[in-house]
Nanobody
Framework: VQLQASGGGLVQPGGSLRLSCAAS????????MDWYRQAPGKQRELVAG???????NYVDSVKGRFTISRDNAKNSVYLQMNSLKPEDTAIYYC???????????????????WGQGTQVTVSS
């Protein structure tokens, strides 16, 4: 199973970006999908999450500016980021809880998988 994130870049304060993350491989089921971020010198923090049923949660600092969504048919999660601020600058990582189907047709338990990270820089 692999998670491939994309969509980062350089944007001016007040601008917008949309991050995408697609899971691929021998996937049986995906539960929660999340976006984390890590700024230089800081710990990785959970930015937003979405459950399999579509329930969402956000860190207080992004509420009203960021929107997380998912497309189950595409095994994908998105993060629409509006009104970006310099303090949003970080590497953004997607994460998903995934059950794999193995070659002998058995189904594994839910395990966390990480994407490779995409840089978001907010600067004038």
């Amino acid at each position: 199973v692999q998670l491939q994130a994309s969509g980062g870049g350089l944007v001016q304060p007040g601008g917008s970006l949309r991050l995408s993350c697609a899971a691929s491989g021998s996937i049986f089921e995906i539960d929660t999908m999340d976006w984390y971020r890590q700024a230089p010198g800081k710990q990785r923090e959970l930015v937003a999450g979405i459950s399999g049923s579509g329930r969402t949660n956000y860190v207080d600092s992004v509420k009203g500016r960021f929107t997380i969504s998912r497309d189950n048919a595409k095994n994908s999660v998105y993060l629409q980021m509006n009104s970006l601020k310099p303090e949003d600058t970080a590497i953004y990582y997607c994460h998903a809880a995934i059950r794999q189907r193995y070659s002998d047709d058995t189904i594994g338990t839910f395990r966390g998988h990480w994407g490779q990270g995409t840089q978001v820089t907010v600067s004038s």
